[in-house]
């Protein structure tokens, strides 16, 4: 009898998590540094669904702060520093990315990457980081709390190009409804039952109105 092949069940948080780079370095004078990316690789033979986490959310905009990788492939995640501070200087703050099974809630793998605004690159020519500076930032994230990073991502995310199709068919039936005549005009070779009283032209100028706002703004 032929044995079926099972995958070995993962313990929780024992999967290694490939991300790339683990350290972003912002500079307050570099407008391009504010947008960095994180890159999550897959190389299992099973889709993972992930999540961003962060020690300091406020500080920070995360585009897709949840998600999914497909199998032996990586997916790009958008971080922007929206606190470019001086008295952030020097502050080291924390993303984790969790990882999971699609039809799983628990965390299979973690990894954690920090991050720091500079005030310039030019003032800190890179070097290694001293190992008491290694252990002063291990000592500092020892009992931070991550907080997840999804009230930002609809914020993020870029607005759609355009008014939508409904907003422009509901203008044209507005415009179409003021250029009908109006009731009680005698000299008109539209058909009576298509004459609009006053209120209902005025209906129809106040929803066009709201619609022209709704375009300018898209």
């Known amino acids: 009898m032929q044995q079926q ?17 683990t350290e972003l370095v912002f500079y307050a004078d570099e407008q391009t540094s504010h947008k960095q990316v994180l890159t999550l690789y897959n190389p299992y033979e099973f889709a993972l669904k992930f999540k961003v986490l962060c020690t300091a959310p406020n500080k920070y905009t995360v585009v897709d702060a949840t998600g999914a990788v497909k199998p032996q492939c990586c997916v790009d995640i958008v971080i922007r520093h929206r606190d470019v ?5 020097g502050v080291y703050d924390k993303f984790r990315l969790q990882v999971s099974e699609q039809s799983q809630r628990k965390a299979l793998g ?24 290694e252990r002063k930032i291990k000592e500092h994230f ?25 907003t422009v068919l509901l203008g044209l039936v507005c415009m179409a409804a003021l250029m009908l005549p109006t009731l009680g005009e005698q000299e008109s070779t539209v058909p009576v039952y298509l004459h609009l009283s006053v209120n209902k032209k005025l209906v129809a100028a106040y929803v066009l109105g709201l619609l022209t706002m709704v375009i300018l703004r898209t």
């Not at 069940?9 to 999967?15: A, D, R, T």
């Not at 991050?115 to 310039?120: D, H, I, K, Q, V």
């Open 142 to 166: 020892a009992d931070s709390e991550f907080f997840e990073q999804t009230a930002f991502q609809t914020v993020s995310r870029p607005v759609a190009g355009g008014p939508s199709l409904l």
């Open 5 to 21: 092949h099972r995958q070995p069940e993962l313990v929780e948080g024992s999967l290694p998590v490939f991300v790339f780079p």
């Open 85 to 89: 501070r001086a008295c952030h200087y």
């Open 110 to 133: 973690r990894k954690e990457v920090t991050a720091t605004l500079r005030p310039s690159a030019s003032q800190e020519p890179p070097s290694p980081r001293p190992h008491d500076e």
